[in-house]
């Protein structure tokens, strides 16, 4: 089974099981949402439209993460005007796993992975990991501080390198130290730690 859904001003067709990256919501990580703007279910040679939505259809989904897309890079010229100016843009996300669809033509569900929700942290907490490489870790598996303390620095570097160039330049050898405070809720040692710390590099 199938749904055509709408939020944030787009279209999605979705399935349970799958992982949708929608315009940013209101929802923390962890939370459920559910979405009731269901333009069309499908359910093998069933199809069932709606005018404009479904009655009584809804999709149930799981926020994994928070994020921000790749910049997207904007540049405008007037020739002969000595005029350039350049910008970039990136917007923000939510992640979803589409858990549940119900509808008349019957319910489909599909078990939401207990890595992504359980024992989660917010890893954005530690000094030198922003929203891109807070999603390079959980995709590592590393989704909470206790995770982050045990994993070592060069594993932490294989990971950023394996993402791509643009990450290499990022220096994790203070993340696992601050994701053990952190682990261990010794927050005022952990402020003390960060305030130390440019970047995640102590300077």
Known sequence: MYAVIKTGGKQYKVAAGQKL???QMPA???AEVTLDQVLAVGSGDQLIVGTPL???????ATVLSIGRHDKVRIFKMRRRKHYQKRQGHRQNYTELFISKIVSSAGTTTAEVPATNVSNRDDLIKIEGIGPKINEILVKAG???FQQLADTPVDKLK???KAAGGRFVSHDPGTWPEQAA???K???PAF????DELNAGRRV
């Open 28 to 30: 923390d990580i962890g």
């Open 54 to 60: 479904v009655a009584g259809a809804t999709v149930s």
């Open 181 to 183: 405070l952190a682990a």
């Open 191 to 194: 402020k003390k730690l960060t």
């Open 158 to 160: 294989e990971v950023l």
């Open 142 to 144: 590393i989704v909470s």
């Open 185 to 187: 809720g010794d927050w």
């Open 21 to 23: 990256k929608v315009e």
